[in-house]
């Protein structure tokens, strides 16, 4: 009985603590209130514009944000934080208003996908993880010369020496899923242990409760979407 009563104290305890991180399923899941939890905190107006005003962070993506947006600075480059963290409860709010919106779409999984080219299902967005932001401008062609160039150019070369991946690039390296967003940037110290404790903790029958969540499975998002990203 005691080995019994060890054993499941020992399995709480690693799903409790996933891989040595502070975050369980519901974390992934985007289930939680950023606002009421310790560890997040709220973005400074001087680094946002726009929904991102008030937004939240995880404190180590945050940290080494301003880190990042400093030494750009220096370098005549402003980063600006547009989106940040989205919990479940406001992705679902999200999808539902496009998946209402369509009407042309012939079956459900045609819909979804067609949200999905740039939207994420409620509880599989890496939005929820506090790891993941965009930056400066939501349209791949803003990149392409002047000031959206600079910027560009700016994060590859430094992103990383500051933690900082491009989890949707062109799919020319055979990745699935999300069309290329070069706004969208991930603190990988935090979102490489997420992402992996998302794929050993999280199954389809979790990606529930809004319009549509059946098509979680039969488009396989988790291995297609959640998983079909550079950073790892
Ligand atoms: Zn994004």
């Known amino acids: 009985m005691k080995s019994v009563i060890v054993f499941f104290a020992a399995f709480i305890f690693s799903v409790s603590l996933l ?16 606002n009421q939890d310790e560890r997040f905190v709220q973005l400074d107006d001087q680094y946002t514009r726009g929904s991102a005003r008030g937004a939240y962070l995880r404190k180590e993506t945050y940290e080494a944000f301003v880190k990042m947006a400093e030494a750009a600075k220096v ?46 299902m409620p509880g599989s967005s890496r939005h929820h993880w506090g790891t993941d932001m965009d930056l400066n401008n939501l349209n791949n062609e803003y990149f392409d010369s002047g000031e959206g160039l600079k910027i560009y150019e700016w994060l590859k070369a430094h992103g990383h020496e500051y933690g ?41 029958s979790d990606i529930k409760d809004f319009l ?12 297609n979407y959640v998983d079909g990203v550079s950073c790892k």
């Open 19 to 34: 891989h040595g991180q502070d975050v369980d399923k519901n974390y992934l899941l985007g289930k939680f209130n950023q």
């Open 75 to 120: 370098d005549g480059v402003t980063l600006v934080i547009i989106s940040a963290t989205r919990n479940y409860l406001q992705q679902k709010a999200i999808w539902e208003r496009k998946w209402t919106a369509d009407t042309e779409s012939k079956s459900d999984v045609d819909r979804a996908k067609k949200i999905l080219l740039y939207s994420s």
């Open 164 to 204: 900082f991946c491009q989890p949707y690039t062109a799919k020319t390296d055979g990745r699935t899923g999300y069309e290329e967003e070069r706004w969208h940037w991930s603190y990988t110290p935090l979102s490489i242990p997420f992402l992996e404790a998302y794929k050993n903790t999280v199954t389809h």
């Open 212 to 223: 549509g969540s059946d098509t979680a499975a039969k488009i396989d998002i988790i291995a």
